[in-house]
């Protein structure tokens, strides 16, 4: 079972990227995914997460809301991040995830999520 994250990159404050996470050796249709971020010296955070279907409801980081937007693809093996007004804070290395349970995700203890990605870094430079 593997996640890998892509996308990644460098760009200016108010800048977009869109990160990609796609599963490979099973399917995670009917799991919550989600996007972590972890900046040096900072503990892994919550960003979001979606829940089972391609119109699941969305859950965000009070930082991000309004700003990112998680999405899902039709088969569900994939998850999106798309990230506008990119702020300097925004910097870290970004980790997609997945869990059967919902909460775990957004529950605030990342320790316990059972599936991670390897990262991809993103860097908003002044």
Not at 14 to 26: E, Q
Request: hydrophobic share 35%; aromatic share 12%.
């Amino acid at each position: 079972v593997q996640l890998q994250a892509s996308g990644g990159g460098s760009v200016q404050p108010g800048g977009s990227l869109r990160l990609t996470c796609t599963a490979s050796g099973r399917t995670f249709s009917g799991y919550p995914m989600g996007w972590f971020r972890q900046a040096p010296g900072k503990e892994r955070e919550f960003v979001a997460a979606s829940a089972y279907t391609a119109n699941g409801h969305a859950y965000y980081a009070d930082s991000v809301k309004g700003r990112f937007t998680i999405s899902r693809d039709g088969a569900e093996n994939r998850a999106y991040l798309q990230m506008n007004s990119l702020k300097p804070e925004d910097t870290a290395v970004y980790y997609c995830a997945a869990d059967a349970l919902l909460g775990s995700l957004t529950g605030g203890d990342y320790r316990g999520v059972a599936y991670w990605g390897k990262g991809t870094q993103v860097t908003v430079w002044p």
